[in-house]
């Protein structure tokens, strides 16, 4: 996710070779959902199955949701006796986290075959400036904003997610049979369905989703198979738009020689907190959340000042169909390989596409910024989060120079084989180990391989490096 105070857009799609053995290791749920958002309510009864056999976890769900129970269903008693976990080791003020019993005899933790969840959410309405601003805004914020609900799975867990707590491994993406009832709505939309101009509607998905949805009364425009929910443009920009995602999609398919399956949709809500002071943009494939207004919205792709950006964050965004979805992120390094490498597609597709010198324009505002950047450890020696020093900068802005530095010493093709081999592997836990292995597997100059690994990987004085091999010193 690339949280920034500018423009986001874009795209995202779904999953391209999902085998089936993912597809049975998938949390399934079934129910019904009747949300109002003019009172700022979500009312949920859902039953979860396909869950998998876990003795130490916990369930999250969204600290606004107030449970009504947790049922076995396939046992006739009574509801379950729970208990919140407050050493969770993902918690956050944001959700909760759950554990069942089966009666207060046996306090052991048990996950039933089939569980049944009921529970009901009320959160603020905030539909202007007069009603008052909340403090924040965030992506796992569960948000009316007067004429529409926006809610994730990732950080929101607006529905319950079981966490392993040995493998340190959430369940977010769930296949979904899911009746959905807004009275006040007119258009109603799953992550990974197709919305329905409706005040009622079934979604259903056999893939694995981020069930995130948005639904209200707003506009919708489709294209080809592509939706934009409330867009804030022309006619003619949505087309440049559609022709634009296409050609983003386009190369990264070729890149990857991975093809997106299903319908892209394009999210342009408001922020509920200061919109002056709080734009961001997140991804949930297939879809991308573009939270801001005015400049900051998805109209700025066609403002002459701010397009090379805009575009750019559109590119990483879309980047995360590989490295965020098909290579998924964990532990401390996780997010380095992740936004790390979404950011530097997004710079070589910038260079493709829109031009040598958007490219190098973008590419000297990063480094400018780098100035800025202090007291952060190699690649080699991250351990915690405290060893980035500024996670935005290590992030967004230190790791993709490097990795820009790296495909300059040792040639396009080669990179793409570093990039093919991580996005092949379905690896576990893309550590740091991981970025060195697949380095050297893809590298054949093994000589070149332990010249970069010392002067890229573990080297004190490797953005230094960098910012020289990229002639921007």
Request: proline share 5%; aromatic share 14%.
């Amino acid at each position: 996710m690339l949280d920034i105070k500018i423009l986001p857009v874009i795209l995202a799609t779904s999953f391209s070779f999902i085998a089936l053995h993912a597809q049975q290791s998938s949390p399934l749920i079934k129910g019904n959902v009747t949300i109002s958002i003019t009172r700022g309510t979500i009312a949920c009864d859902l039953v979860l199955s396909d869950l998998p056999d876990i003795r130490n976890y916990v369930i999250r769900l969204n600290s606004g949701m107030n449970i009504h129970y947790f049922k076995d269903l396939n046992w006739s008693g009574p509801a379950l006796y729970y208990d919140m976990d407050t050493k969770d080791s993902i918690g956050s003020d944001a959700t909760k986290a759950y554990y069942l019993h089966e009666n207060r005899g046996n306090p052991a933790r048990y996950i039933p075959k089939v569980l049944e969840v009921n529970y009901l959410g009320m959160y603020p309405v905030i539909a202007d400036s007069a009603a008052g601003y909340m403090g924040q805004d965030w992506r796992g914020n569960i948000a009316f904003n007067g004429c529409s609900i926006r809610a994730e799975g990732i950080q929101g867990n607006w529905y319950p997610e079981l966490y392993d707590m040995d493998k340190r491994q959430l369940y977010d993406e769930v296949r979904y049979d899911i009746n959905v009832t807004c009275a006040d709505c007119s258009v109603l939309f799953i992550n990974g369905s197709t919305p329905a101009l409706a005040s009622h509607a079934e979604f259903k998905s056999d893939f694995p989703r981020e069930m995130s949805i948005y639904c209200g009364t707003f506009k919708t425009s489709a294209d080809r198979g592509i939706w934009l929910l409330n867009p804030d443009m022309q006619k003619a920009d949505e087309q440049q738009l559609y022709n634009t995602a296409t050609a983003y999609q386009g190369f990264y398919e070729k890149m990857f020689d991975i093809p997106y399956n299903g319908s892209l949709t394009f999210v342009q809500t408001t922020p509920v907190a200061d919109p002056s002071r709080w734009a961001f943009s997140f991804y949930s494939a297939p879809t991308t959340f573009n939270v801001g207004i005015g400049p900051y919205g998805m109209q700025s792709l066609f403002d002459k000042d701010r397009a090379p950006r805009a575009k750019q964050i559109m590119a990483h965004e879309l980047a995360h169909y590989y490295f965020g979805t098909l290579l998924k992120p964990k532990g401390v390094f996780g997010p380095v390989i992740m936004e790390g490498f979404a950011e530097y597609l997004s710079f070589e597709l910038t260079r493709s596409l829109e031009g040598e010198s958007a490219y190098q324009g973008l590419l000297d505002q990063k480094i400018k910024s780098l100035n800025n950047f202090h007291n952060y450890q190699p690649l080699s020696l991250v351990r915690t989060e405290s060893d980035y020093g500024d996670r935005e900068y290590y992030l967004y802005y230190y790791a993709p120079a490097l990795f820009l530095a790296i495909q300059k010493e040792i040639g396009g093709q080669a990179m793409r084989n570093w990039l093919r081999t991580m996005v092949d592997s379905k690896a576990d836990v893309p550590d740091y180990q991981f970025l060195v292995t697949t380095f050297k597997t893809a590298v054949a100059d093994k000589a070149l391989a332990a010249k970069i690994e010392a002067k890229y990987f573990t080297s004190p004085d490797a953005l230094k490096a960098a910012i020289d091999e990229l002639g921007k010193n």
